[in-house]
């Protein structure tokens, strides 16, 4: 017998009489806030930023407000970012170690905890979300839900390779509890609704 | 040789009662913070019943769901294995290793690898292991173990911290700024993360509707490893499915804000399928988890789904210190899992509880854990691992208290004494006494002064 | 109504008082309250060990002092969870169902039996509720910390009927005291830090005495506390609500 089929016929042995899985349909029930502002909220507490703009050109102007850019590389394959970044072209993604900040869209954002959804098909490669310095994520004013029920309601079915909610910078608080924003990843994250 | 138990190491661990206090108060800080953000939901409790729902019917159909996922995964381009324990476990990540040639792995937070002692083997054979969670690293270069199971090095102080990465980062002797000390790790984990080929990560979440596993980190740990290797091994326990991607909308909820408030952690990374040119396996570990599964008493721990809530909350473990508990999982949950790997080197853990309840109230999938640790009591007597001072004591006990006239003989006896009172049977010195006064001794009982003055109610 | 009184071996031994107040309490709202003399203990000591099997001649006792009453009642959270979810008896089971469906800790007794609505009492100090976690986790005498639920307390609803009392708030609304029964010997070490932290934040916020629904919890705070030579004493809720004075 293989150890797969140990493990099953064990399983298979042990586990009780069927349970019933419960439906959801509560969690669909609530009035929960799903604007931009409760979102936003939420997001600055986590430690990251949210803009609400009229279009791209005020997005620039932030970025350029708020980071120092000369002689850094910025990357996005987002056209509309073509005049302070590059699209990411290569092949092997370690060359992405040097990028100070990346541009990126995200399909929706969730309100109570500040997390937009990403997925593999929106960008070349799922490590650029990570490696750089600071992270820039791009949503469309109408793409906020209110709770992850509502977001998997959203995403229930889709196929991906690889997605990921994400909320606010990388952080860490290992050390005596003290929150160090930065660990691995961005040290910075800001969502713009756009 | 026995090892120290809870009582002992919580006494050595209570010796430096700054620190206790210090341990205690950051922990309950924690479960602050839990409280706070749960109140901001006010389906929570209906979350709570609705997790721990789906894993009791998850588990009551885990030969199905265990089938559905490794077909789904293998679909996916996933390679699924199966250990039957840690050292099979272990044995299969040495393979997949040497078969790509690889002597160099970098690996996120995994408890299960913690249990199964990979890092360790992985030594043995000539594997370089990197840990790349913060916390598990500062202990890895501290030769030392998790004391909690999210927040791995609780009982470390940041001096402490900051000397070892003297020692070993070259950071200058006596900075000891957590910010600092933050950046000096990333600095030195960015180049192993760059040149590393093999990613281990643990699994949060498996869901067998779709073959992808469910990671969940702060720091982009996981994720830094797993895109920057050509190869991802994913550890899980066989305990850590759920049926379908939408119950994610629940766990999701639940796992962050009971774990240390935070409303998500910052990266719930979906693994489906490997990157193009790259392999993924994902490891199915039983190590006595289908004998929990067994036991109809306990089988409800292996709802579990590591937040560490219950060791927040536990008065118990905030004044013991994690390694207190002698075990890989320490806390009310791992005193209910441990006895179950081994009843004879843990039969003391379920003791190490005052039965106060709190465990299952944070419980954010409902486990009855201070039941179970009643139950566990019972199961460790009946078995025979428990003091047979203690055995005679009880025994003693019990004939007194079924027999009125006995047990009046005794109260006496107690009231001048206390010898034989209920709460000091099993105690030889008198441990009630070195910080404790005893109560005054009253002149009569109230039964005596029952006699006396409600006699004709009698 | 029948009410048999049913006090803990160690209230019976070491708290006299408290049984009193309990018995003059119930009298006081025209119970018809009788003693069963033959009581010993509900077994709990042994259960919460791991000897279990060891309390069938405790529940038969049992069973034997307080067959026949319309309610049990007990000035002890702690004693009545146990009776409630553990008393068998082989013999008559229907008898111990009942007993288990109708034994009350006093305070739930008052509020949900009895009805009280109010009491002839005064008690002018400044005093800290310790919320007894068998009392609260186990019959639920009040919402729980933990929970996201609304907000009740059995214990506070009566307080609140005493005149000249002042209830502190506390740091920690409702964290164990350590003692844990035999866990308060054979974890000494945790159980008497878990008891000072718990005194201290009575103390910290000015209590003169500290109350409770279980005299365990309170016999090891006041050890502690008179271990310290402090000035704060401890007070079953019983002897409060039955009039106040010492």
Not at chain 2, 250 to 270: D, E
Not at chain 3, 5 to 33: R, S
């Amino acid at each position: 017998m293989t150890s797969r089929d140990e493990i099953l016929a064990a399983v298979k042995q042990n586990q009780p009489e069927l349970i019933d899985l419960p439906a959801l349909d509560l969690f669909f029930e609530t009035e929960n806030p799903s604007d931009i502002a409760s979102f936003s909220k939420v997001l600055e507490a986590i430690g990251g930023k949210a803009y609400e703009v009229n279009d791209y050109s005020e997005i620039i102007a932030q970025i350029k407000y708020d980071f120092l850019l000369e002689g850094k590389r910025v990357v996005s394959d987002l056209p509309e970012f073509s005049a302070i970044a590059k699209p990411y072209t290569g092949t092997d993604n370690h060359e992405l170690a040097d990028v100070e900040l990346m541009i990126l869209p995200a399909h929706f954002a969730v309100a109570e905890n500040g997390a937009c959804w990403i997925s593999s098909e929106l960008f070349a490669d799922p490590i650029m979300p990570f490696i750089p310095q600071h992270l820039i994520l791009i949503v469309k004013k109408e793409n906020v839900v209110a709770t992850m029920n509502q977001a998997y309601a959203l995403i229930a079915t889709k196929d991906y390779a690889y997605a990921a909610f994400i909320a606010g910078p990388s952080k860490t608080a290992d050390i005596e509890q003290s929150l160090v924003l930065g660990a691995h990843g961005p040290k910075s994250m800001k969502v713009f609704f756009v | 040789m026995k090892v120290a138990d809870h009582a002992e190491r919580s006494r050595i661990f209570n010796k430096d009662v700054d620190r206790v206090d210090w341990h205690d108060e950051t922990l309950w800080f924690v479960r602050g913070k839990r409280d706070k953000t749960i109140h901001q939901i006010p389906e929570w409790e209906e979350l709570r019943n609705t997790a721990s729902q789906i894993k009791a019917h998850t588990l009551s159909n885990l030969h199905y769901y265990l089938q559905e996922f490794e077909k789904n995964a293998t679909a996916n381009g996933v390679t699924v294995h199966w250990a039957k324990d840690g050292a099979a476990h272990n044995q299969i990540v040495l393979e997949i290793l040497k078969k790509n040639k690889i002597n160099q792995m970098v690996k996120s937070k995994s408890m299960l690898t913690e249990e199964c002692h990979l890092n360790h083997f992985l030594e043995e054979n000539e594997v370089e292991v990197i840990d790349s969670d913060l916390g598990e690293r500062i202990l890895q270069l501290a030769k030392d173990t998790p004391s909690h199971i999210v927040l791995p090095c609780i009982h470390m102080k940041k001096e402490e911290i900051g000397e070892l990465f003297h020692e070993h980062l070259g950071t200058p002797a006596g900075n000891a700024d957590p910010q600092f000390l933050t950046a000096a790790a990333r600095e030195s984990l960015r180049n192993t993360f760059l040149n590393f080929k093999a990613a281990l990560t643990g699994v949060n979440f498996a869901i067998a509707e779709t073959g992808e596993i469910v990671v969940a980190t702060n720091e982009g740990n996981a994720d830094m490893g797993v895109h920057l290797a050509d190869v991802h091994i994913a550890s899980m326990g066989i305990e850590k499915l759920i049926p379908q991607r939408k119950h994610l909308g629940v766990f999701l909820r639940i796992l962050t804000r009971s774990a240390t408030g935070q409303p998500i952690t910052t990266y719930s990374s979906h693994f489906k399928k490997p990157g193009a040119g790259k392999e993924m396996h994902i490891i199915l570990v039983d190590n006595g988890r289908t004998r929990q599964l067994g036991r109809a008493d306990f089988r409800n721990s292996l709802k579990c789904i590591r937040c560490g809530a219950c060791m927040n909350t536990c008065p118990v473990y905030r004044r013991s210190g994690g390694h207190s508990y002698h075990n890989v999982i320490a806390g009310p949950i791992g005193s209910i899992l441990a006895p179950n790997l081994d009843m004879k080197e843990h039969a003391d853990l379920p003791f190490a509880s005052t039965l106060c309840g709190s465990c299952s109230n944070v419980c954010p999938v409902k486990i009855d854990i201070h039941d179970q640790l009643y139950k566990w009591r019972q199961v460790i007597v009946k078995e025979g691992y428990v003091d047979p001072a203690k055995k005679v004591a009880m025994e003693v006990m019990a004939k007194a208290l079924a027999s009125p006239t006995l047990y009046r003989l005794a109260g006496k006896a107690a009231r001048t004494t206390l010898k034989y009172a209920p709460f000091v049977v099993n105690n030889k010195f008198n441990a009630w006494y070195l910080h404790r006064e005893m109560p005054e001794v009253p002149k009569s009982s109230f039964g005596e002064w029952y006699q006396k003055n409600r006699k004709n109610n009698d | 109504m029948k009410v048999a009184l049913f006090i803990p071996c160690y209230v019976d031994q070491f708290y006299p008082n408290v049984a009193i107040a309990t018995l003059e309490l119930l009298e006081k709202y025209g119970c018809e309250v009788s003693y069963p003399k033959n009581q010993t203990c509900c077994g709990q000591p042994m259960a919460n060990s791991g000897f279990e099997h060891l309390t069938g001649g405790c529940d038969r006792n049992f069973v034997n002092n307080f067959k026949g009453y319309d309610y049990i009642v007990a000035p002890s959270g702690s004693c009545v969870l146990h009776i409630r979810e553990h008393l068998h008896d082989e013999d008559d089971p229907e008898e111990a169902k009942k007993i288990r469906e109708t034994t009350y800790e006093l305070i739930s007794f008052l509020t949900d039996i009895l009805k009280v609505k109010e009491l002839n009492a005064s008690f002018p100090h400044k005093v800290g509720m310790h919320q007894s976690c068998h009392g609260l986790r186990g019959l639920k005498l009040a919402q729980m910390s933990e929970l996201n639920a609304p907000d009740f307390s059995k214990p506070a609803q009566l307080l609140n009927m005493v005149k000249d009392i002042e209830i502190i708030h506390l740091g920690r609304v409702d964290e164990c005291c350590g003692f844990g029964g035999t866990f308060c010997v054979a974890e000494e070490a945790v159980s008497v830090k878990m008891g000072q932290d718990r005194v201290a934040d009575h103390i910290q916020h000015e209590a003169e005495y500290i109350t409770g629904v279980d005299m365990s919890c309170l016999m090891h705070m006041e050890g502690i506390l008179k271990r310290q030579k402090s000035n704060v004493k401890i007070i079953h809720l019983a002897e409060i609500l039955n009039g106040g004075t010492k």
